[in-house]
């Protein structure tokens, strides 16, 4: 009985080391770069698919076969389900980069005990971003706190980045984006601000367009979304207020 168990782990354990060297990283770039040498994968495991591999160059996925030999670019979609698990994915990658920004280099807006909590890319000269804004209050009733990443779409160099960096600079950073938001001016201010930051980030998740709102579980929902509609898609029971109520 006990050589038939250690015959069976041990072929366990060799079938786990061939399972994994199946998906390694390093044997798969080293086919891969014969070809195409500018593509370098930074993670590489097992897909849903048999003999697919999963492989990531930073949050965008691919898929190659085990050998290295067949390369694919798109969406992984479960029939059976209509499950898009390539997007599942990579909302799971973004989720896990998003939360591993510091808050405190973010202008956070809500309660301290919220329901939910959105990260925002915005632009202060977007008014889709200033019609957004004017939720503020309804969002922030209905217990969802607003994390707000500066995002000057057109760049660095931009008149929206140096009013950017003011908003972030000025002594109520709040108030001061409001007033951005609506059209006013903000008093020119430099000091030391994450701005670039943001702008980076952005830029490395694919962000195009603002505003762009990401979700606790990763989901991006692009351009303004309703107070009432946003508080669905995040799963929430609407609060009524004492107000609402009374009428």
Known sequence: MRRSNLF???????????VHAACNVDAINR????????????????????????????????????KGDFLMVG??????????????????IVKEIVASQDES???????DKPRATITVFTDVDCPYCAK????????????IKVRYLLYPRNGLHS?????????WCAADRVKALGIAKAGGAVPAKTCENPVASHYKLGARLGINGTPT????????????????????ALGLKPIISDSIKAK
């Open 8 to 18: 069976f782990g041990c072929l366990f354990l060799l079938l786990a080391n061939t």
């Open 31 to 66: 086919v891969v770069s014969k070809s195409l040498p500018n593509v370098v994968f930074d993670q590489v495991r097992k897909a849903p698919v048999s003999g697919l591999c999963e492989a990531l160059i930073d949050t965008e996925v691919f898929y190659v076969t085990e």
């Open 75 to 92: 969406n992984l979609i479960a029939v059976e389900s209509g499950d898009n698990l390539t997007l599942r994915r990579r909302g799971a």
């Open 105 to 111: 280099q973010m202008i956070v807006i809500g309660p």
């Open 132 to 143: 957004l804004h004017e939720e503020m209050p309804t969002l922030n009733q209905q217990g």
């Open 159 to 167: 008149q929206t980045y140096k009013k950017s960096v003011s908003v």
């Open 213 to 232: 709102l990401i979700l606790e579980d990763g989901t991006r929902i692009g351009g303004y979304v309703p107070a009432s509609r946003l508080v669905a």
